[in-house]
């Protein structure tokens, strides 16, 4: 039987589509201002809760020139001023298994990178703070290896787990999405999430940064949708070709509501 995971006044794995969205990374105060109040408006118009994620420090960036975010203390800061403001429950992903207490003061959901999802210290420390926590699959990983990183969070007592499909390493510079392993993910009885945005990157594709399809994430969507996923996770931006961190995969954001009205249809049907 599969858990639901309840954030706030919802419930993960209820039948109930989930979107988890936002920019990369926060950029600014303004923008990500900006940026969760125009996603907490078309979430309403549309009747899809809505999770508002953003990052403190993208810590895997390709180049050590490549910006990383504002850190943790004033993006944790700025995360508190949304949810505060907006009343938007908020997510983000730690790097540091110390990291995870102060996250957790904050946020709703604490994320887990897929880069980092066999690292145990992590997993522990987050599975500690008793918040719901969303583990990545690594694009290394086999969709059916990924229950010892569930068992990991569940060993402290939290059994409020998520997996999330974000792609699978295939070449160099590439990845490609397995839709099966959304079906995969499930049989191991937890909330499954689709990064739709992530999983259409080119990681290095442009030498010095990662590359990204964005025009494959409305089918892409469609297609995580008919097959049942409990959530969509999307990097939006009001201006993709200048975001700081991961444009080319994100979706503009003037693209993303008439995408949300389309999946409501599609899960409607489905169901």
């Given amino acids: 039987m599969m858990k639901q995971v309840p954030v706030r006044d919802m419930s993960i794995g209820s039948g109930e589509l989930v979107l988890i969205a936002g920019p990369c990374v926060i950029e600014s105060r303004d923008h990500t201002r900006l940026m969760a109040e125009s996603l907490a408006e078309i979430a309403s118009r549309t009747g899809v809760p809505l999770i508002f994620k953003a990052s403190f420090d993208k810590a895997n960036r390709s180049s050590i020139d490549s910006y990383r975010g504002p850190g943790l203390e004033k993006g944790l800061e700025i995360l508190a001023e949304v949810k505060e403001g ?7 992903d730690i790097h540091e298994s110390c990291q995870a207490a102060a ?7 604490i994320q887990i990178p897929a880069f980092l999802c066999r690292q145990t210290d992590i997993l522990v420390a987050a599975g500690e703070t008793g918040l719901p926590v969303n583990i990545k699959k690594g694009q290394f990983m086999a969709p059916w290896d990924m229950i010892h990183a569930v068992k990991k969070v569940e060993s402290t007592g939290n059994t409020k787990v998520m997996l999330t499909e974000r792609g699978t390493s295939f070449g160099y510079n590439n990845l490609v999405c397995d839709l099966r392993n959304l079906g995969l993910l499930k049989s191991l ?9 992530h999983s259409l990157q080119l990681p290095g594709g442009k030498g010095n940064s990662s590359g990204g399809m964005r025009e494959f994430v409305p089918p892409l969507a469609r297609a995580g949708v008919a097959f049942g996923v409990d959530a969509l996770f999307m990097e939006v931006h009001d201006d993709p070709e200048h975001a700081l961190s991961d444009g080319p995969n994100s979706l503009p954001l003037d693209a993303l509501e008439p995408l949300l009205r389309q999946l409501c249809k599609i899960q409607e049907a489905v169901r």
């Avoid at 907006?86 to 983000?92: K, Q, R």
């Avoid at 996250?103 to 959901?109: F, G, H, L, N, R």
Wanted: glycine share 8%.
């Fill in 86 to 92: 907006l009343g938007l429950p908020v997510i983000t």
């Fill in 189 to 197: 009885g937890v909330p499954v999430v689709l990064d739709v945005t």
């Fill in 103 to 109: 996250a957790a003061s904050v946020v709703d959901v």
